[in-house]
């Protein structure tokens, strides 16, 4: 058994060393080949990277070979403008140079063309002026003489044609405009019927007998006295059967005397004490029925809603007068008259109706500013905060602010017809008389005019022309020219008509 061990043991020692010999061999050999593959790559690796750092190279030259021409293709630009500017600052030089002796050769021959206008003018003026002397002469009248006939002739003309479409113009107006107000008014003025009051600056108190006058001025005039000066009005004791005369503009002054006066002579004792206590409950009696007027006239109009002082102030109405018409009637009238038409028209009947009452307010306001009613009126509406369109129809009722509410006109429409009905306003004779005179005279100073005849009360004036002297044209401006300076220079209620009669008469006898 030992040879075979031995054997093996040979065996397998001698494969062991033949594997290891064997393995060296290969490894060698296989060491070998990657050495030369290494060095293969290495030289494949430098050749790799020389290359590319040589078209990195080539890449940057190219780029800066660009740059450089594109600066250069710039600077060559920029010089071939330069030269063009250059060339052309040249030409624009000799363009220069060329105009100014053409401008100056201009000048030249503008200044002798001047000169010889000059001599041209000087000698047509003195022709002109040699013809002027010859016209002059011819015609018999100067130039200036001349232009002012034909100017008054151009002027005579254009206030003909004008008159002519004024006239078409106001026809046309009133075929358009005229039947509907018409209706509108006619049915107003139907539809209101009202009393009128007449109101002055004196108030007779009645007596029974002379006796009780003795009673009244008290011993040497004391009574008498102390009710004038407790109620600040004169007190006339004359001859006067069986009457006393109370005189005051204010009427409110005048009632209070009159009602204290009253219960003097019922109670029977009169003296200075006794007067001014009765005096002083009187008026405040008074104020109570202005107030209670007031409240009263708003109920029975529907107007609601208004300031206490407004109310009031409708209250004192009942106790004054504008040319006899007492103001509370007319305010009441013109309310009326100013609801109706706005129902008309389609207009708020309610506002129209409070402008209406308020529209005379400013003639009752405590104050007493240098302002005509109207404008007081608006202020007073204003400070109560009544709204825009009632403040604007009170201070336009008479035309002196420009009227910007629909319901303005209403108003001054209804204070016309208020106060030009027939009897509704009363004046002092000698100023009626007076008034009218003064409106004949004033056209009868026009040329032309014949006879004049006011009439209607001074609601109209008839102008009689004589035919040969006034033509039609002229004597529609002569109406015109007439009614323009009687509103400019004469103060009169309502309106007044001028009606212009101009008529040609054939007059032959039969033998």
Same mark, same amino acid.
């Given at each position: 058994?030992?040879?075979?061990?031995?054997?093996?043991?040979?065996?397998?020692?001698?494969?062991?060393?033949?594997?290891?010999?064997?393995?060296?061999?290969?490894?060698?050999?296989?060491?070998?080949?990657?050495?030369?593959?290494?060095?293969?790559?290495?030289?494949?690796?430098?050749?790799?990277?020389?290359?590319?750092?040589?078209?990195?190279?080539?890449?940057?030259?190219?780029?800066?070979?660009?740059?450089?021409?594109?600066?250069?293709?710039?600077? #060559?630009?920029?010089?071939?403008?330069?030269?063009?500017?250059?060339?052309?600052?040249?030409?624009?030089?000799?363009?220069?140079?060329?105009?100014?002796?053409?401008?100056?050769?201009?000048?030249?021959?503008?200044?002798?063309?001047?000169?010889?206008?000059?001599?041209?003018?000087?000698?047509?003026?003195?022709?002109?002026?040699?013809?002027?002397?010859?016209?002059? #002469?011819?015609?018999?009248?100067?130039?200036?003489?001349?232009?002012?006939?034909?100017?008054?002739n151009m002027k005579e003309e254009a206030r003909v044609q004008a008159m002519s479409y004024i006239s078409e113009a106001m026809d046309e107006a009133r075929l358009t405009a005229g039947k509907e107000a018409k209706r509108v008014v006619i049915n107003t003025i139907q539809r209101v019927a009202t009393e009128t009051a007449i109101e002055n600056a004196v108030t007779?108190?009645?007596?029974?007998?002379?006796?009780?006058?003795?009673?009244?001025?008290?011993?040497?005039?004391?009574?008498?006295?102390?009710?004038?000066?407790?109620?600040?009005?004169?007190?006339?004791?004359?001859?006067?059967?069986?009457?006393?005369?109370?005189?005051?503009?204010?009427?409110?002054?005048?009632?209070?005397?009159?009602?204290?006066?009253?219960?003097?002579?019922?109670?029977?004792?009169?003296?200075?004490?006794?007067?001014?206590?009765?005096?002083?409950?009187?008026?405040?009696?008074?104020?109570?029925?202005?107030?209670?007027?007031?409240?009263?006239?708003?109920?029975?109009?529907?107007?609601?809603?208004?300031?206490?002082?407004?109310?009031?102030?409708?209250?004192?109405?009942?106790?004054?007068?504008?040319?006899?018409?007492?103001?509370?009637?007319? #305010?009441?009238?013109?309310?009326?008259?100013?609801?109706?038409?706005?129902?008309?028209? %389609?207009?708020?009947?309610?506002?129209?109706?409070?402008?209406?009452?308020?529209?005379?307010?400013?003639?009752?306001?405590?104050?007493?500013?240098?302002?005509?009613?109207?404008?007081? %009126?608006?202020?007073?509406?204003?400070?109560?905060?009544?709204?825009?369109?009632?403040?604007?129809?009170? %201070?336009?009722?008479?035309?002196?602010?420009?009227?910007? #509410?629909?319901?303005?006109?209403?108003?001054?429409? %209804?204070?016309?017809?208020?106060?030009?009905?027939?009897?509704?306003?009363?004046?002092?004779?000698?100023?009626?008389?007076?008034?009218?005179?003064?409106?004949?005279?004033?056209?009868?100073?026009?040329?032309?005019?014949?006879?004049?005849?006011?009439?209607?009360?001074?609601?109209?004036?008839?102008?009689?022309?004589?035919?040969?002297?006034?033509?039609?044209?002229?004597?529609?401006?002569?109406?015109?020219?007439?009614?323009?300076?009687?509103?400019?220079?004469?103060?009169?209620?309502?309106?007044?008509?001028?009606?212009?009669?101009?008529?040609?008469?054939?007059?032959?006898?039969?033998?």
């Open positions: 058994m030992e040879p075979y061990i031995i054997a093996a043991i040979g065996l397998i020692a001698g494969f062991t060393l033949g594997y290891v010999f064997f393995r060296s061999v290969i490894l060698k050999k296989r060491a070998g080949t990657l050495l030369r593959e290494a060095e293969m790559e290495g030289e494949n690796i430098k050749r790799e990277k020389i290359l590319q750092a040589k078209e990195k190279f080539l890449q940057l030259k190219a780029e800066h070979e660009q740059v450089i021409t594109e600066r250069n293709h710039k600077v #060559s630009q920029i010089e071939n403008r330069l030269k063009q500017r250059e060339i052309t600052m040249n030409q624009n030089h000799a363009e220069l140079q060329r105009k100014n002796k053409e401008v100056t050769a201009m000048r030249e021959t503008l200044a002798t063309q001047i000169e010889l206008t000059e001599r041209k003018v000087e000698e047509y003026e003195k022709l002109r002026l040699q013809q002027i002397d010859k016209i002059e #002469s011819i015609a018999g009248m100067s130039a200036e003489e001349a232009k002012a006939v034909l100017l008054e007779v108190f009645n007596i029974e007998s002379d006796e009780i006058k003795g009673r009244i001025i008290g011993r040497e005039g004391r009574n008498i006295r102390a009710l004038e000066a407790a109620t600040g009005v004169e007190i006339v004791v004359d001859d006067t059967p069986e009457a006393i005369l109370l005189s005051a503009f204010d009427p409110v002054r005048r009632e209070v005397a009159r009602l204290a006066l009253h219960q003097l002579v019922t109670d029977g004792r009169i003296h200075p004490a006794r007067i001014e206590e009765v005096v002083g409950k009187i008026q405040k009696q008074l104020e109570e029925e202005i107030v209670e007027t007031g409240k009263r006239t708003c109920i029975d109009l529907g107007i609601h809603g208004m300031h206490a002082e407004l109310i009031r102030m409708i209250g004192k109405m009942k106790y004054r007068s504008s040319y006899g018409q007492n103001l509370l009637q007319h #305010s009441r009238e013109v309310a009326n008259f100013c609801s109706i038409m706005a129902a008309e028209l %389609g207009l708020n009947a309610k506002l129209a109706k409070r402008a209406g009452l308020l529209h005379d307010i400013g003639k009752v306001s405590d104050e007493d500013p240098e302002l005509p009613h109207a404008i007081l %009126g608006m202020r007073l509406a204003e400070k109560f905060k009544e709204r825009p369109e009632v403040c604007n129809a009170i %201070g336009a009722h008479h035309e002196e602010m420009e009227m910007t #509410s629909l319901i303005a006109p209403l108003v001054l429409v %209804g204070d016309a017809i208020s106060g030009a009905r027939p009897g509704a306003r009363r004046e002092v004779i000698e100023s009626y008389i007076k008034r009218l005179k003064g409106m004949e005279d004033l056209a009868l100073s026009y040329p032309g005019v014949t006879k004049t005849y006011a009439i209607q009360a001074g609601r109209e004036l008839r102008v009689i022309v004589g035919s040969e002297k006034v033509n039609d044209q002229q004597a529609e401006m002569l109406s015109q020219d007439i009614a323009k300076k009687i509103q400019d220079e004469m103060v009169y209620p309502g309106q007044v008509k001028i009606t212009v009669i101009r008529e040609t008469r054939a007059v032959n006898y039969a033998k």
